[in-house]
């Protein structure tokens, strides 16, 4: 498996989850991973990404301050954690894999090889 995203659940609006994402070795050390989203009826968005040397993490403007994204290289792991969560964060979570330039990186067509998903369903 080369990414594998787990976490999530049913949760109350303004509740907190960590989604977690167990990435091969390879892609670790050769790609960005990032975290993406699609809820129903809406096209996949992005959420966040970290470049793979761990310096570097970009957010959604939307999400910025309540979500944050991070890594732990022992467990070949990249979490989200989402705080203060809305019942417009209800979607499936996928981590994902890119190469893209800082311009085109919350481009979701730049990720080229995904999870399988994780769904987050927020209740108000």
Same mark, same amino acid.
């Given at each position: 498996?080369q990414l ?8 109350? +609006? ?5 989604? #977690?994402?167990?990435? #091969?070795?390879?892609?670790?050390s050769q ?7 699609? +809820? ?7 959420? +966040? ?14 999400l910025k ?25 209800? +979607? ?30 927020? #209740?108000?």
């Open positions: 498996v594998q995203a787990s976490g999530g659940g049913m949760v109350q +609006a303004g509740d907190s989850l960590t989604l #977690s994402c167990v990435v #091969s070795s390879s892609i670790l790609y960005d991973v990032g975290w993406l989203r699609q +809820a129903p009826g809406k096209e996949r968005e992005f959420v +966040a990404v970290m470049r793979r040397s761990g310096s570097r993490t970009y957010y959604a403007d939307s301050g309540r979500f944050t994204i991070s890594r732990d290289n022992a467990k070949n792991t990249v979490y989200l954690q989402m705080n203060n969560l809305k019942s417009e964060d209800t +979607a499936v979570y996928y981590c994902a894999r890119t190469r893209a330039i800082l311009s085109s990186i919350r481009d979701p067509k730049m990720y080229d090889v995904w999870g399988q998903g994780t769904q987050v369903t927020v #209740s108000s």
